[in-house]
């Protein structure tokens, strides 16, 4: 059950940074005199990528009540940079090279070599 929480708390990682970003891209000014809250509270993308980080916590430390943190984080931060550069690559149209794909495949070796271990 803990690989299960940390892939779900990288999708919720990735899909957080996703909206955090798109948030940002639609021209807001960022002015910390009026409060970083208000600034969250007032953009409808930056407050759905704050409470999937919210939720990416919670249910990351219900992976680490059954998991090393050792294996947990790094696995989780390898798969959030999949989830990230999936969605960047998909909706925001960024560009990807051979070698990040490289990287991608390398990473999902990686992955399923600490997840064996342990399993």
């Keep these: 059950m803990g690989f ?3 892939a779900v708390a990288a999708v919720l990682n990735g899909l957080a940074s996703y909206f955090l970003k798109v948030g940002i891209s639609h021209g807001i000014k960022i002015s910390l005199s009026e ?4 600034l969250f509270v007032t953009h409808a993308y930056l407050l759905i990528g704050l409470a999937l980080f919210a939720c990416n916590v919670l249910v990351y430390i219900l992976a680490l009540k ?17 989830v990230v550069s999936a969605l ?9 090279t051979f ?3 490289i990287g991608f495949l ?3 070796v ?6 064996h271990r342990l399993a």
Excluded: C, H, R
């Design 66 to 82: 059954q998991l090393p943190l050792s294996t947990a984080y790094p696995l989780m931060v390898a798969l959030s940079f999949i």
């Design 35 to 38: 409060g970083i809250w208000v």
């Design 106 to 108: 390398l990473i999902i």
């Design 4 to 6: 299960l929480y940390v």
């Design 88 to 96: 960047s690559i998909t909706f925001l149209n960024e560009q990807y």
């Design 99 to 101: 070698l990040k794909l």
């Design 110 to 115: 990686g992955v399923a070599l600490v997840a």
